[in-house]
C-alpha cells in the first residue's frame, strides 16, 4: 500500500464553483462539516445562514479569465494552493432544438463547458507549479448519454464534459492530478426548477427504478471520495449518481 487511503478531506482547501446554491452548496455544506478549507466561487452570494468559519466566499464568474485569476489569488493568499476543485457552476434551458437561439447555445457553452475547462486549467497550472497533485471533478449529466425533448443544448454540453474529463485526465495523469466526473440524475434544484414544477417530476420519479428523485446528501459519499486520497488511483471516469433512473433506457 501506497499513502494514505483514507476518506478524509479535513485540512484540504478546496474550491467549489456555483457554491451559492443547488447541489454545489452542498458539497461546501458536506466538504465544510468533514474538516475542508473551502473556497465558495460563484456569482452570487452564499446565503448568511450558510456562512462557516472554515468556508471562503468569492464572488466571481468562470467565464471571465481575470475572475478566474483573482479567485485562485484570493483563495492561495489566505488558505494555500487550491488541490481539490469541483467544477459545478452551471446553466440549463428548456427549448427544443428548432427553436434554440445561438445566443442560447452559446452562453450554456461559455458556462458550462468553457468555464469548467479554464477554471480546470488554472487549478492545474498552480499545482504542477507547486509541484503538487490534486483532484479537480467536473458535474456532467445523465442527460450526456440519454437527453430528453428541450435538453439539446444542455445535453451536448454534459456531454463534452464528459469527454473532457477523460482527455485532461489523459494529460494530467503523470502530474498526479487526476481527473473525474459526476453524473447526477434527478435532483430537484434552482437549475431543472422549470421541469420539477410541472407534471415531470411525478413521471420522473415513477420512471425510477428505486421510485424516488436524488435528495442532497445522495452525492456526498462521492463527493468525499472523490475529494479525498481514497480515490487516488481513480481518473477519468464519470460516477453517476440517479438511483439506477439511466438503466431505462
Known amino acids: 500500500m501506497t499513502g494514505d487511503t483514507s476518506i478524509s478531506v479535513a485540512g484540504k482547501t478546496i474550491a467549489v464553483t456555483g457554491g451559492s446554491s443547488g447541489l454545489g452548496l452542498r458539497m461546501v455544506q458536506v466538504l465544510a462539516a468533514h474538516g475542508a478549507n473551502v473556497v465558495s466561487i460563484s456569482r452570487i452570494p452564499t446565503p448568511e445562514n450558510e456562512i462557516r468559519s472554515n468556508v471562503m466566499n468569492i464572488l466571481a464568474d468562470v467565464t471571465v479569465a481575470a475572475d478566474i485569476e483573482r479567485a485562485f489569488d484570493e483563495a492561495e493568499q489566505q488558505l494555500g494552493t487550491i488541490t481539490v476543485l469541483f467544477n459545478n457552476a452551471g446553466v440549463a434551458t428548456v427549448e427544443r432544438a428548432l427553436t434554440t437561439t445561438r445566443e442560447q447555445l452559446r452562453h450554456i457553452f461559455e458556462v458550462n463547458v468553457e468555464g469548467a475547462f479554464f477554471m480546470a486549467q488554472e487549478a492545474a497550472k498552480r499545482m504542477i507549479a507547486k509541484n503538487v497533485g490534486g483532484s479537480i471533478i467536473n458535474l456532467s449529466s445523465i442527460l450526456a448519454d440519454a437527453p430528453i425533448k428541450g435538453s439539446a443544448a444542455y445535453a451536448m454540453s454534459k456531454a463534452a464534459i ?40 411525478g413521471f420522473l420519479k415513477g420512471r425510477n427504478p428505486m421510485r424516488r428523485l436524488g435528495e442532497p446528501e445522495d452525492i456526498d459519499g462521492a463527493v468525499l471520495m472523490l475529494a479525498s486520497d481514497a480515490s487516488s488511483y481513480i481518473t477519468g471516469t464519470v460516477i453517476t449518481i440517479d438511483g439506477g433512473h439511466s438503466l431505462q433506457g
Do not use: C, Y
Open 162 to 201: 464528459s469527454q473532457m474529463t477523460r482527455s485532461l485526465a489523459l494529460e494530467w495523469a503523470p502530474h498526479s492530478i487526476r481527473v473525474n466526473a459526476i453524473a447526477p440524475g434527478w435532483f430537484p434544484t434552482r437549475l431543472n426548477e422549470t421541469i420539477m414544477d410541472g407534471p415531470a417530476k
